[in-house]
């Protein structure tokens, strides 16, 4: 079955400091790709998508993510952190054009000043 | 635009009786979802819809019905309330589906207890 590893719960970060959160799935072919942001109380913010061609993708609030097929990742990425991205992190893959997300279990971001 | 809206905001249901969550996007929006979310879990797909008419089961079915009767509305009734169904529901849309290059907006969730 299709599934999606995130395998940080919580991670904590100096406000300026880099950023990569990870994410792997488990699925045969290439599934679509994406990664979300849920702040608290919120619903959830698409934050970019992976559909196919370049690997490098960019997305809002100065993320980025990359796609790694050898190894099954999509990791998020973001070169410099603010205290408002404090937030939950969700990585989702479609699989065969089902219209259906499944989501990993979500990293939560805890930002220092 | 208001986008997804979806009322109440929070319930608290007592064992056995029933309820329904309601969905409204002004975005004429095809499709829509409806999602819980558990405590410290990704969210989980209940039902969908492709367009009015049209619902299919998704990966947490059970306990739950939809109807899809006009593109705006598309409410989520529980019949027997279980503890198990504790949970966050939110309700998405999106113009197409996730083929496309379009996206999918959630709403600002329903906070349910069930006692």
């Known amino acids: 079955a299709q599934s999606v590893t995130q395998p940080d719960i919580h991670i904590t970060v100096s406000e300026g400091a880099s950023l990569e959160l990870r994410c792997n799935y488990s699925?045969?072919?290439?599934?679509?790709l994406f990664w979300y942001v849920q702040s608290p109380g919120q619903g959830l913010q698409l934050l970019l998508k992976y559909f196919s061609g370049d690997t490098l993708v960019q997305g809002i609030k100065g993320f980025e993510a990359e796609f790694k097929r050898s190894q099954s990742s999509f990791n998020l990425r973001k070169p410099s952190v603010h205290w408002s991205d404090a937030a939950e992190y969700f990585c989702a893959v479609e699989v065969d054009s089902s219209y259906k997300l499944i989501f990993g279990s979500g990293t939560r971001l805890l930002v220092r000043p | 635009n208001a986008g997804v809206t979806q009322t109440p905001k929070f319930r608290i249901l007592k064992i056995g009786q029933s309820m329904t969550l309601q969905c409204t996007q002004d975005?004429?929006?095809?499709?829509m979802y409806w999602y819980r979310q558990d405590p410290g879990m990704g969210l989980k797909l209940i039902y969908y819809?492709?367009?009015?008419?049209?619902?299919d089961k998704g990966e947490v079915p059970n306990g739950y019905n939809v109807s899809r009767s006009t593109t705006e509305d598309f409410p989520l009734r529980l019949e027997l309330a279980a503890p198990s169904q504790t949970s966050v529901y939110f309700c998405?849309?999106?113009?197409?589906?996730?083929?496309?290059?379009?996206?999918?907006?959630f709403g600002p969730g329903t906070r349910l207890t069930v006692l």
């Open positions: 975005m004429n929006h095809n499709y």
């Open positions: 998405a849309s999106s113009y197409g589906g996730l083929s496309s290059t379009d996206t999918q907006y």
């Open positions: 819809s492709v367009g009015a008419g049209i619902t």
């Open positions: 699925y045969g072919a290439t599934p679509y």
